[in-house]
């Protein structure tokens, strides 16, 4: 796992903030797994076999793994906090992986346009 990242304050960054700081596709990916390397023994246990996190190697399996823990429906409410905690932070990573694969594919000196709503 990496060393913690901290605000100029010393505050930790959240997952967020570090996934808004990625600037390629291999930083998303290191911070995808050092989240996944905080689910502790007793919630990886508590995921069904199927939403246990496998070896997540390129952006394809992040958006995979945050698709299924998000269409995922649970009726145990522990379980459900898990579950959602997990896919709202791959989901993030996975929209963040989006944007930096557009800017990429942008020919030089050319820059994403943004949308009104930004």
């Known amino acids: 796992m990496s060393v913690h990242q901290l605000h100029p304050q010393g505050q930790p960054l959240t997952w967020q903030e570090r996934l808004d700081d990625a600037a390629t596709e291999h930083d998303v990916l290191s911070v995808v797994r050092d989240y996944l390397a905080t689910i502790s023994h007793e919630e990886y246990a508590s995921l ?8 997540i190697v390129d952006a ?3 958006t995979t793994y945050a ?8 009726h145990d409410e522990g379980l459900q906090h898990i579950v959602q905690r997990m896919g ?6 996975s929209i ?3 944007q930096i694969m557009v800017v990429e594919r942008q020919p030089h000196g ?3 346009q943004s949308s009104a709503g930004d």
């Open 48 to 55: 069904p076999p199927a939403l246990r996190p496998g070896k």
């Open 60 to 62: 394809n399996d992040v």
């Open 67 to 74: 698709f299924d823990l998000v269409r995922q429906e649970c």
């Open 88 to 93: 709202h932070i791959l989901s993030r990573a």
């Open 96 to 98: 963040r992986l989006s």
């Open 110 to 112: 050319d820059q994403p």
